[in-house]
């Protein structure tokens, strides 16, 4: 495919997103039809789409209208690329912008591409960090791994992905993380990958389950397991404690079987969490904004809304309520989430001790802002007496 004929086919993706399709949808029922299509084509139409929804709003205004068109060309022109010079009307290339398309500046608000009532949100949750937060939000994400300690150590699993063209860099502070920097596109089919000595997991994700104190002979339990990431993160660190699974939605953790079989790791899943109670520790990552991983997944900053917010910000609260109910006397109950709210993390955490009256006590906890050493994260241990 053209450059420009790329670029028709992330319009097409972007309108049909626009039209209520999930973007991942949108791509697969693009890619269906598009046999002519290679792999580079591929990852380039989804680089454009991912792109565009991380910055639709500044992109709209820049390209002169709403739509995947508009998105596109306000992209291109951001980049300092002139559109008509992709965008020719050559082949399967889509027309040049017309006078109707000159766009303009987007206004400060519009620039940062989040919703106006979540700038509201997040300049009272996190005064001063709206337009750093904002602007982290804007790029793509690094790719982050873990290496999986059941296999080796980051070193031996850098040298092992180096070996395969895959080069990569310690991130600091997270003891198990490496950031990809070049040849990510040959991790799934690298040796390395097959042979389990490391995962994809984003650093901030590693660090808010490294939160979740583990010793040799402890019960720990995964409540919002999910595809299992930090469960299997946690039986690495741990080999000699018993880890469990659970999750609402038990179809999320249908991969997590063999996900673990490849990571030589030890994970049970639960029919019910009280099968397993009581626990030593039990991690709630609980379901949420997600507005520390809205690089990674960029329609959610669209599709979220006040009531749904406030309605996550309540189910957590119920989350944290049934981890207490699995937790015995001097064990953990750690709340962790990918928002960087102050609502959904402290927020929820002071609401829960309130709740607890003197039965629970602080322990460690971190809030990590989106940037080049990972996602966002907000996590807190609470301390059952
Ligand atoms: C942030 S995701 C978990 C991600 C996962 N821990 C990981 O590391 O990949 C939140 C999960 O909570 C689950 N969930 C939703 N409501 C729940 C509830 N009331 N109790 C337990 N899990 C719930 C969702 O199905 C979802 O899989």
Redesign the pocket.
Known sequence: MTPGARIAAAIGVLDDWRGGTPAERALLRWSRGARYAGSKDRAAVRDHVFDALRRWRSACVRGGSEGGRGAMIGLLREAGTEPGALMDGNGHAPLPPGPGEAGRTPTTAEARDLPDWFQHVLEEDRPGRLDPIAAALRNRAPLHLRANLLKGDRESAAAALAGEGIETRPVPGVATALEVVAGGRALRGSRAFADGLVEPQDAG?QAV?ALVPLAPGMRVL??????????MGMAARCPGAAVFA????PA?MTDLPKRARRLGAEVRVLDQPEDGAPFDAVLC????SGSGTWRRDPEGRWSITPERLAELVR?QG??LD?AASLARRGGVVVHA??SVLRRENEGVVEAFLDRRRGTFERGPSLLREPGPEGDGFGGAVLGRR
């Open positions: 994700s389950a995964d409540l919002c397991a999910g595809g299992g990431g930090k469960a659970w999750d609402a939605a999320r990552d609980s379901p949420c189910l119920g989350i049934r989430t990918c």
